[in-house]
């Protein structure tokens, strides 16, 4: 697909040209975005210059970009041949793999299909993603932690569904901690489905983009769905199911015990959270946090971190969400060690 040739006038003495010839098969407008999009993104990306004749691409930079910039092409045409539509977005994320040390081609990570429903296919977007999707099918508890709009609830549902279809298990169960199930919850109007509603209520969201609406009370009427608190969890034994913990940086690491020894036979649990974003009252451990120390190393148990830079929503989320991450670390960095004596509990132990 490629051939080269060397270039002694180009600006930088270590510089070097590459033609690389496009398939005739693929679309070039496919290939090259509207208006050029993609051609200005490789531009930018790599430090290149880029001249594009009938079906033949020019790259004019240093080698190592060249390199990579060649192999960005390849991988936009493979992602093409799968029948998948290339967006900018697109790019953006085969241009971070490639810039990644890992042996997964970003084609395969992209165009490995979840879920399709209405014409929509459901994938992991990021090389983290695939790995957490990975880990899903390969373990039978998986932790996924990382910041909102990581997709880490979206692609667990995804697989949920996929299961329940491809008749791995015979319920979904999915549940959330209502972090204020005291006295407050009790003010609420209605009745306790009512008052429990808006914590679910994100969790029937994604059933609807994955199933069809229609189906989805019948399944639920029949057992076979269910969306339920976390307190409707204790005394149970989840045979045959795939169980998603969301929101359980929201759990006690009592209530985070409670919910993992739930997991009966041919059951498989996956816990989703984010602990910079804990709702717990002052001074309450999140079961999250400590539950990585107690069980790593527990064979058959995963634990995946996603960060700002797999997040798939609106690109403004991503830049809002590392702009935190760089403030929080400011703020820990600069904020002096306590001093004096430290306090202890009865146990005589530091509090």
């Given at each position: 697909m490629t051939d080269s040739d060397s270039a002694p006038q180009l600006a930088s003495p270590t510089a070097t040209k590459h033609t690389v010839t496009v398939p005739n098969s693929i679309d070039m407008v496919s290939l090259l975005g509207a208006g050029d999009e993609h051609l200005g993104a490789i531009e930018q990306a790599f430090g290149a210059r880029v001249h594009v004749r009938g079906n033949r691409i020019t790259l004019m930079g240093e080698p190592a970009e060249i390199a990579l910039a060649e192999r960005l092409l390849s991988e936009l045409v493979a992602l093409i041949r799968t029948g998948q539509g290339v967006s900018g977005e697109t790019v953006e994320?085969?241009?971070?793999?490639?810039?990644?040390?890992?042996?997964?081609?970003?084609?395969?990570?992209?165009?490995l299909n979840i879920l399709s429903n209405r014409g929509r296919?459901?994938?992991?977007?990021?090389?983290?993603?695939?790995?957490?999707?990975?880990?899903?099918?390969?373990?039978?508890?998986?932790?996924?932690?990382?910041?909102?709009?990581?997709?880490?609830?979206?692609?667990?549902?995804?697989?949920?569904?996929?299961?329940?279809?491809?008749?791995?298990?015979?319920?979904?169960?999915?549940?959330r901690p209502a972090v204020e199930a005291g006295e407050r919850l009790g003010y609420l109007p209605g009745t306790l489905s009512e008052k429990i509603d808006p914590y679910l209520r994100p969790?029937?969201?994604?059933?609807?983009?994955?199933?069809?609406?229609?189906?989805?009370?019948?399944?639920?009427?029949?057992?076979?769905?269910e969306v339920a608190p976390l307190a409707f969890m204790r005394g149970r034994t989840l045979n045959d199911a795939f169980i998603i913990l969301d929101e359980a940086q929201n759990?006690?690491?009592?209530?985070?015990?409670?919910?993992?020894?739930?997991?009966?036979?041919?059951?498989?649990?996956?816990?989703?959270?984010?602990?910079?974003?804990?709702?717990?009252?002052?001074?309450?451990?999140?079961?999250?946090?400590?539950?990585?120390?107690?069980?790593?190393?527990?064979?058959?148990?995963?634990?995946n971190r996603l960060t700002s830079s797999d997040v798939v929503r609106h690109r403004l989320v991503a830049r809002i969400v590392a702009a935190y991450d760089a403030y929080d670390a400011g703020e820990a960095s600069s904020t002096p060690e306590p001093t004096g004596p430290r306090r202890t509990n009865r146990g005589g132990r530091p509090s």
């Open positions: 994320r085969v241009i971070a793999m490639l810039r990644t040390e890992t042996n997964e081609r970003p084609a395969d990570v992209l165009s296919t459901i994938r992991p977007k990021t090389l983290n993603q695939k790995r957490y999707v990975d880990a899903i099918d390969t373990h039978t508890i998986t932790f996924g932690m990382g910041p909102a709009g990581t997709g880490k609830t979206y692609l667990a549902m995804a697989k949920a569904v996929q299961a329940l279809q491809a008749k791995e298990v015979t319920r979904i169960i999915l549940t969790l029937y969201d994604a059933l609807h983009d994955m199933m069809d609406p229609e189906s989805i009370p019948k399944l639920m009427a029949a057992g076979t769905i759990t006690t690491p009592e209530q985070m015990k409670m919910f993992l020894t739930r997991l009966g036979f041919g059951s498989r649990i996956v816990v989703t959270g984010d602990t910079s974003q804990t709702d717990l009252p002052g001074g309450t451990r999140s079961g999250l946090r400590v539950v990585e120390g107690i069980l790593e190393g527990v064979e058959d148990v995963s634990f």
